[in-house]
């Protein structure tokens, strides 16, 4: 595995897994639509969402957190949504 892939974590994991962008700041279809063309495909939308994500990583901006913690707290949530 990457560096990126064990530490660009968000420090959200649940709203990280999915658009809109997890920090809540931007709502993902609003930023990516425009009245002269067609919307983005799903692909288009996450590779500007990876780009984002690992910018924030490769400045500090985002520290992330361990993939064993993330991997926990993710499985905590699906555990109780049992």
Do not use: C, N
């Not at 990126?4 to 709203?15: L, M, S, Y």
């Not at 809109?20 to 939308?45: L, N």
């Not at 910018?55 to 699906?78: F, H, N, Y």
């Amino acid at each position: 595995m990457s560096e990126i892939q064990t530490t660009a974590v968000a420090t959200d994991p649940p709203q990280s897994l999915t658009p809109p962008i997890y920090d809540g700041s931007v709502d993902h279809a609003e930023s990516h639509s425009t009245d002269d063309g067609p919307e983005p495909s799903v692909e288009q939308i996450w590779a500007t969402e990876i780009e984002r994500r690992s910018s924030r990583v490769l400045t500090g901006e985002s520290l992330g957190i361990p993939w064993p913690d993330a991997k926990r707290r993710i499985e905590q949530e699906l555990l109780a949504k049992r």
